[in-house]
Protein backbone atom coordinates (compact mmCIF):
# COMPACT_ATOMS: atom_id res chain seq x y z
CA UNK A 1 0.00 0.00 0.00
CA UNK A 2 1.74 3.07 -1.24
CA UNK A 3 2.08 5.49 2.07
CA UNK A 4 0.78 9.91 1.78
CA UNK A 5 2.83 11.37 -0.71
CA UNK A 6 3.78 15.30 -0.73
CA UNK A 7 6.12 17.49 -2.62
CA UNK A 8 8.05 19.21 -2.78
CA UNK A 9 10.16 17.75 0.35
CA UNK A 10 12.18 21.49 0.48
CA UNK A 11 11.23 24.91 -0.22
CA UNK A 12 13.06 28.37 0.19
CA UNK A 13 11.39 31.22 -0.53
CA UNK A 14 11.74 35.42 0.14
CA UNK A 15 9.28 36.93 2.35
CA UNK A 16 5.92 37.90 0.57
CA UNK A 17 6.19 35.50 -2.24
CA UNK A 18 3.46 32.73 -2.71
CA UNK A 19 4.21 29.03 -1.82
CA UNK A 20 1.96 26.27 -2.55
CA UNK A 21 2.22 22.32 -1.26
CA UNK A 22 0.53 19.36 -2.61
CA UNK A 23 -0.40 15.93 -0.95
CA UNK A 24 -1.88 12.82 -2.20
CA UNK A 25 -3.19 10.96 0.97
CA UNK A 26 -3.70 6.82 1.29
CA UNK A 27 -6.09 5.45 -1.74
CA UNK A 28 -9.78 5.18 -0.30
CA UNK A 29 -8.60 7.46 2.69
CA UNK A 30 -11.71 10.14 2.99
CA UNK A 31 -10.50 12.48 5.41
CA UNK A 32 -7.45 14.34 4.68
CA UNK A 33 -5.21 17.15 7.11
CA UNK A 34 -2.77 19.12 6.92
CA UNK A 35 -0.54 20.24 9.73
CA UNK A 36 2.44 23.14 10.60
CA UNK A 37 5.01 21.98 12.72
CA UNK A 38 7.18 24.63 14.00
CA UNK A 39 10.77 23.50 15.10
CA UNK A 40 10.51 21.69 18.79
CA UNK A 41 6.41 21.69 18.68
CA UNK A 42 4.14 19.34 18.06
CA UNK A 43 2.00 19.20 14.78
CA UNK A 44 -1.02 22.05 14.73
CA UNK A 45 -3.72 21.02 12.61
CA UNK A 46 -4.54 23.78 10.20
CA UNK A 47 -7.48 22.03 7.69
CA UNK A 48 -9.27 18.85 8.25
CA UNK A 49 -11.20 17.71 4.78
CA UNK A 50 -13.64 15.08 4.59
CA UNK A 51 -13.90 13.85 1.04
CA UNK A 52 -13.99 17.61 -0.69
CA UNK A 53 -15.46 19.82 2.13
CA UNK A 54 -14.04 21.32 5.42
CA UNK A 55 -14.82 19.60 8.75
CA UNK A 56 -12.22 22.22 10.88
CA UNK A 57 -10.43 25.12 9.56
CA UNK A 58 -10.58 26.89 12.71
CA UNK A 59 -6.74 27.75 12.89
CA UNK A 60 -5.97 28.18 9.68
CA UNK A 61 -5.13 32.02 8.98
CA UNK A 62 -7.48 32.46 6.13
CA UNK A 63 -6.14 36.03 5.39
CA UNK A 64 -2.55 33.98 3.90
CA UNK A 65 -3.10 29.96 3.96
CA UNK A 66 -6.09 28.54 1.31
CA UNK A 67 -6.65 24.80 0.96
CA UNK A 68 -8.24 23.48 -1.90
CA UNK A 69 -9.49 19.41 -2.28
CA UNK A 70 -11.62 19.90 -5.37
CA UNK A 71 -11.72 15.94 -6.51
CA UNK A 72 -12.16 13.93 -3.06
CA UNK A 73 -8.57 12.95 -3.76
CA UNK A 74 -5.10 15.40 -3.24
CA UNK A 75 -5.00 18.56 -2.17
CA UNK A 76 -2.72 22.06 -2.05
CA UNK A 77 -2.12 24.00 0.41
CA UNK A 78 -1.65 27.80 -0.42
CA UNK A 79 0.38 30.56 1.22
CA UNK A 80 0.15 34.00 -0.08
CA UNK A 81 2.03 36.45 1.18
CA UNK A 82 4.26 34.38 3.07
CA UNK A 83 6.01 35.68 6.27
CA UNK A 84 9.07 34.41 8.12
CA UNK A 85 7.13 32.72 11.13
CA UNK A 86 5.36 30.52 8.41
CA UNK A 87 9.20 28.84 8.13
CA UNK A 88 8.01 25.60 9.34
CA UNK A 89 7.38 21.11 8.45
CA UNK A 90 3.90 20.96 6.40
CA UNK A 91 2.76 17.40 7.27
CA UNK A 92 -0.17 15.69 5.64
CA UNK A 93 -2.00 12.99 6.52
CA UNK A 94 -5.11 11.00 5.95
CA UNK A 95 -7.17 8.38 7.88
CA UNK A 96 -8.77 5.12 7.78
CA UNK A 97 -12.39 5.56 7.31
CA UNK A 98 -13.14 3.23 10.36
CA UNK A 99 -10.75 3.48 13.35
CA UNK A 100 -9.67 6.96 12.08
CA UNK A 101 -5.78 5.57 12.68
CA UNK A 102 -3.85 8.38 10.87
CA UNK A 103 -0.83 8.22 8.35
CA UNK A 104 1.61 10.98 7.39
CA UNK A 105 3.65 12.11 4.64
CA UNK A 106 6.96 13.23 5.18
CA UNK A 107 6.23 16.47 5.28
CA UNK A 108 7.85 20.18 3.06
CA UNK A 109 10.01 22.01 4.98
CA UNK A 110 9.82 25.46 4.40
CA UNK A 111 11.80 27.63 5.03
CA UNK A 112 11.23 31.64 4.59
CA UNK A 113 13.52 34.14 4.07
CA UNK B 1 -9.03 24.87 26.78
CA UNK B 2 -7.88 21.19 24.99
CA UNK B 3 -4.45 20.51 26.09
CA UNK B 4 -1.66 17.77 25.61
CA UNK B 5 1.66 17.81 27.66
CA UNK B 6 4.09 15.45 27.49
CA UNK B 7 6.72 14.81 29.78
CA UNK B 8 9.74 15.04 30.00
CA UNK B 9 10.93 17.23 27.14
CA UNK B 10 14.35 14.98 26.61
CA UNK B 11 15.10 11.29 27.93
CA UNK B 12 18.55 9.42 27.94
CA UNK B 13 18.81 5.89 28.91
CA UNK B 14 21.46 2.95 28.60
CA UNK B 15 20.74 1.10 25.65
CA UNK B 16 18.62 -2.22 27.41
CA UNK B 17 16.38 -0.23 30.09
CA UNK B 18 12.96 -0.27 29.91
CA UNK B 19 11.37 3.14 30.22
CA UNK B 20 8.11 5.08 30.18
CA UNK B 21 7.00 8.29 28.42
CA UNK B 22 4.12 10.29 29.48
CA UNK B 23 1.40 11.98 28.07
CA UNK B 24 -1.52 13.84 29.60
CA UNK B 25 -4.55 15.94 28.39
CA UNK B 26 -6.94 18.09 30.31
CA UNK B 27 -10.09 17.05 28.23
CA UNK B 28 -10.99 13.49 29.07
CA UNK B 29 -13.70 13.22 26.36
CA UNK B 30 -11.69 11.58 23.80
CA UNK B 31 -12.17 9.63 20.80
CA UNK B 32 -9.04 8.23 20.65
CA UNK B 33 -5.64 8.59 21.15
CA UNK B 34 -2.46 8.19 19.11
CA UNK B 35 1.47 7.45 19.70
CA UNK B 36 3.93 8.57 17.02
CA UNK B 37 7.42 8.01 16.15
CA UNK B 38 9.44 11.01 14.50
CA UNK B 39 12.99 11.10 13.13
CA UNK B 40 15.01 14.12 12.19
CA UNK B 41 14.04 15.31 9.32
CA UNK B 42 11.09 13.10 8.74
CA UNK B 43 7.86 12.52 9.03
CA UNK B 44 5.63 10.89 11.56
CA UNK B 45 5.32 7.00 11.94
CA UNK B 46 2.05 5.65 13.86
CA UNK B 47 2.68 3.72 16.69
CA UNK B 48 -0.24 2.65 18.52
CA UNK B 49 -3.72 3.84 18.50
CA UNK B 50 -5.80 3.21 21.34
CA UNK B 51 -9.60 3.90 20.85
CA UNK B 52 -11.32 5.38 24.05
CA UNK B 53 -13.06 2.36 24.85
CA UNK B 54 -9.78 0.27 25.09
CA UNK B 55 -7.39 0.47 28.53
CA UNK B 56 -4.29 -0.42 26.14
CA UNK B 57 -2.31 -1.70 23.13
CA UNK B 58 0.49 -3.48 22.64
CA UNK B 59 3.07 -3.82 19.57
CA UNK B 60 6.27 -5.73 19.99
CA UNK B 61 8.47 -3.97 22.38
CA UNK B 62 5.96 -1.12 22.74
CA UNK B 63 2.91 -0.58 25.49
CA UNK B 64 0.13 1.94 25.12
CA UNK B 65 -2.21 2.63 28.07
CA UNK B 66 -4.99 4.69 28.53
CA UNK B 67 -6.37 6.43 32.15
CA UNK B 68 -9.16 8.81 30.73
CA UNK B 69 -10.51 9.18 34.25
CA UNK B 70 -6.49 10.70 35.08
CA UNK B 71 -6.35 12.29 31.54
CA UNK B 72 -3.15 10.29 31.19
CA UNK B 73 -1.66 7.76 28.96
CA UNK B 74 1.71 5.88 28.90
CA UNK B 75 4.18 4.32 26.37
CA UNK B 76 5.96 1.74 27.49
CA UNK B 77 9.13 0.58 25.76
CA UNK B 78 10.79 -2.53 26.54
CA UNK B 79 14.50 -3.11 26.32
CA UNK B 80 15.53 0.14 24.68
CA UNK B 81 17.38 -0.77 21.26
CA UNK B 82 20.04 3.01 20.00
CA UNK B 83 17.12 2.82 17.34
CA UNK B 84 14.65 3.45 19.48
CA UNK B 85 15.95 6.84 19.51
CA UNK B 86 13.48 9.00 18.55
CA UNK B 87 11.12 11.98 19.31
CA UNK B 88 8.05 10.20 20.41
CA UNK B 89 4.34 12.63 20.47
CA UNK B 90 1.03 11.76 21.46
CA UNK B 91 -2.21 12.70 19.78
CA UNK B 92 -5.21 13.15 21.24
CA UNK B 93 -9.13 13.46 19.17
CA UNK B 94 -11.53 14.65 20.84
CA UNK B 95 -15.43 14.05 20.83
CA UNK B 96 -16.19 17.53 19.19
CA UNK B 97 -13.15 16.54 16.43
CA UNK B 98 -10.51 18.70 17.78
CA UNK B 99 -7.05 17.37 17.22
CA UNK B 100 -4.21 18.20 19.86
CA UNK B 101 -0.64 16.75 19.66
CA UNK B 102 1.64 17.29 22.56
CA UNK B 103 5.27 18.96 21.81
CA UNK B 104 7.20 15.35 22.37
CA UNK B 105 9.44 13.72 24.32
CA UNK B 106 13.25 13.45 22.75
CA UNK B 107 14.24 9.78 23.36
CA UNK B 108 17.82 8.73 23.38
CA UNK B 109 18.89 5.32 23.80
CA UNK B 110 22.67 5.12 24.06
CA UNK B 111 24.95 2.09 23.19
Known amino acids: EAGVAQSPRYKIIEKRQSVAFWCNPI?????LYWYQQILGQGPKLLIQ????????DSQLPKDRFSAERLKGVDSTLKIQPAKLEDSAVYLC???????????FGPGTRLTVT | KQEVTQIPAALSVPEGENLVLNCSFT??????LQWFRQDPGKGLTSLLL?????REQTSGRLNASLDKSSGRSTLYIAASQPGDSATYLC??????????FGAGTRLTVKP
Open chain 1, 93 to 103: ASSSPTSLEQY
Open chain 1, 27 to 31: SGHAT
Open chain 1, 49 to 56: FQNNGVVD
Open chain 2, 27 to 32: DSAIYN
Open chain 2, 50 to 54: IQSSQ
Open chain 2, 91 to 100: AVRHNNNDMR
